[in-house]
């Protein structure tokens, strides 16, 4: 089964700071790190009519549940960086996840 996670992926958690202006600065911090099977499942376009559309992928990753693992979090696999828009606890079986992501934009 271990043979199917296959890529080293780092779950995290946006944490936001004010600055010394009385601006608010974001980072992100490490939640988990985690092996998945990523597959990615679509790609669309999105925007205004008046604004050039912009191109959306869609992905899946199974990974092992984690605790700590929620919706709005970023996963970040190879150098690309996902969001987490939604999590499913128990698929595709008891003691995993699948997480639902969209690419954000580089």
Do not use: C, Y
């Not at 202006?21 to 999105?46: I, Q, T």
């Not at 606890?89 to 699948?98: E, F, S, V």
């Amino acid at each position: 089964m271990i043979g199917r996670l296959r890529r080293l992926a780092v779950l995290e958690s946006a944490v936001e700071a004010e600055t010394a202006f009385g601006g608010r600065a974001r980072s992100w911090s490490e939640v988990a790190s985690l092996w998945v099977d990523l597959r990615v499942v679509g790609g669309s376009e999105r925007g205004e009519a008046d604004q050039r559309p912009v191109l959306g992928e869609s992905a899946r990753a199974e990974a092992r549940d984690h605790l700590l693992a929620a919706a709005g979090q970023r996963l970040s696999v190879g150098g690309d960086n996902w969001r987490v828009v939604r999590l499913v606890r128990g698929a595709p079986k008891l003691g995993r996840m699948t997480l639902h992501l969209e690419k954000e934009p580089s």
